[in-house]
Every structure is written in structure tokens, then in C-alpha cells.
């Protein structure tokens, strides 16, 4: 099974940067994702990583440490849309058609403020 | 978009009523999946699918069936409404295409049992 922890609420002023923690333990590791939810609506695909180390899309970077069982979320230079929940899920090593199963975290709600 | 639809987008129902919820796609992906949304439990798997007339559990599965008599419908229903179901649910599906094999998903539907 997946057991996946992440803060329930973060506030940021608009302009600066925030980083959202995700830690997990699995029976299986095969990826992590992070996902993007605004209110309202359906989640959006952000970020993918499997292998230790930073990846980085534009005002966004996301990083993985397996041993530890942990990953983050940065985002630099805020604005007020990124007001939203980012959703950090875990893929498993299932085999056949069980495999790329996700299981997700809570979510983080992040508010920026002016 | 990954031309996801779902029916209807809301609905409210009485308690021990029979409801359906569609999720269409129109690209031919394989694998399709309905999650349920809900504060504190963030996003759960009820079922998915893999294939015409494939189709497995997944964490919360029990009160809901699901069948998929061609590629791109994937039905969820609860047989007899409970309170306990009123939720947002989500349809994904995973396209053979991407780099990541990441999950896209639909609107959502917003179901509320009385």
C-alpha cells in the first residue's frame, strides 16, 4: 500500500517562492507526479519524476529523493493563479493492467496573497 | 484537452435511488479510470478499465460497478444511492502517447445524495 503526506495548507505572497513537501511510503515506487487543481475544477498534469534529483518546467521545479521517500514542489516568481490545490500522487510497480495505478496525497491548498 | 467528456455534470438523487454517470472519450485510449473526490480523503480509485469488457477495483470499489461495452465509454454506477456517495467524481484516462504516462482527466461530476 501507498501512504502519502503532504501539508494541508500553504499561504504565499505573490512574487515570492514556495515549496510544497510530499513524503511517501510505498510497497512500490514507480514515479511521482504532482498535479494542479483549481477550485472548481479537474486536475492538471504539472510534473513527473522517477529518478533522484530537479526537474524544472519554466516557474516550476519538482524533486525526488527515493531513499528518503520524499519529494517537493518549488514555485518561483508566485502570481495570484497559482491560488490552487497541488496534488502529489505516487505510482506503483504493479504488474499488467494494475500497473500505473496512482494513489494521491490529500493535496495542498496554497493561497497566494498580494 | 485530452476530449474527455462527462454526463451529467451535476445531479442530485435521493437516498436508494440508481444512478449513472458517464465518462466519454473520443481518442480510443485503453485505459480509463473513475476516482471520487472528497475533503480529507483526496482523490480515491473506484474502478478502471483496460480494455472492452475489462475492468478491475480499485481502493473504494464497494456500493459502485462499472462496464465498458465499447472503447470510448467507461459507466459507473451505484446500484442503490447512500449519503456516503455524495462526492465529485472524476474520470481519467491515460493515453499510450506520452512521455510520462500521466493521468488526464475529465470535468468532473458532482453528485449529492439525500
Known amino acids: 500500500g501507498q501512504n502519502i503526506d503532504q501539508p494541508t495548507e500553504m499561504t504565499a505572497t505573490e512574487g515570492a517562492i514556495v515549496q510544497i513537501n510530499c513524503t511517501y511510503q510505498?510497497?512500490?515506487?514507480?514515479?511521482l507526479f504532482w498535479y494542479q487543481q483549481h477550485a472548481g475544477e479537474a486536475p492538471t498534469f504539472l510534473s513527473y519524476?522517477?529518478?533522484?534529483g530537479l526537474e524544472e518546467k519554466g516557474r516550476f521545479s519538482s524533486f525526488l529523493s527515493r531513499s528518503k521517500g520524499y519529494s517537493y514542489l518549488l514555485l518561483k516568481e508566485l502570481q495570484m493563479k497559482d491560488s490552487a490545490s497541488y496534488l502529489c500522487?505516487?505510482?506503483?510497480?504493479?504488474?499488467?493492467?494494475?500497473?500505473?495505478?496512482?494513489?494521491f496525497g490529500k493535496g495542498t491548498k496554497l493561497s497566494v496573497i498580494p | 484537452d485530452a476530449g474527455i467528456t462527462q454526463s451529467p455534470r451535476h445531479k442530485v438523487t435521493e437516498t436508494g435511488t440508481p444512478v449513472t454517470l458517464r465518462c466519454h472519450q473520443t481518442?480510443?485510449?485503453?485505459?480509463m479510470y473513475w476516482y471520487r473526490q472528497d475533503p480529507g480523503h483526496g482523490l480515491r480509485l473506484i474502478h478502471y478499465?483496460?480494455?472492452?469488457?475489462?475492468?478491475d477495483k480499485g481502493e473504494v470499489s464497494d456500493g459502485y460497478s462499472v462496464s465498458r461495452s465499447k472503447t470510448e465509454d467507461f459507466l459507473l454506477t451505484l446500484e442503490s444511492a447512500t449519503s456516503s456517495q455524495t462526492s465529485v467524481y472524476f474520470c481519467?484516462?491515460?493515453?499510450?502517447?506520452?512521455?510520462?504516462?500521466?493521468?488526464?482527466f475529465g470535468p468532473g461530476t458532482r453528485l449529492t445524495v439525500l
Open positions: 481519467a484516462i491515460r493515453p499510450a502517447y506520452t512521455s510520462y504516462n500521466e493521468q488526464f
Open positions: 500522487a505516487v505510482r506503483d510497480t504493479g504488474s499488467g493492467a494494475g500497473s500505473y495505478q496512482l494513489t
Open positions: 519524476n522517477v529518478l533522484d
Open positions: 478499465s483496460y480494455g472492452v469488457k475489462d475492468t
Open positions: 510505498t510497497s512500490g515506487f514507480n514515479g
Open positions: 481518442e480510443n485510449h485503453r485505459y
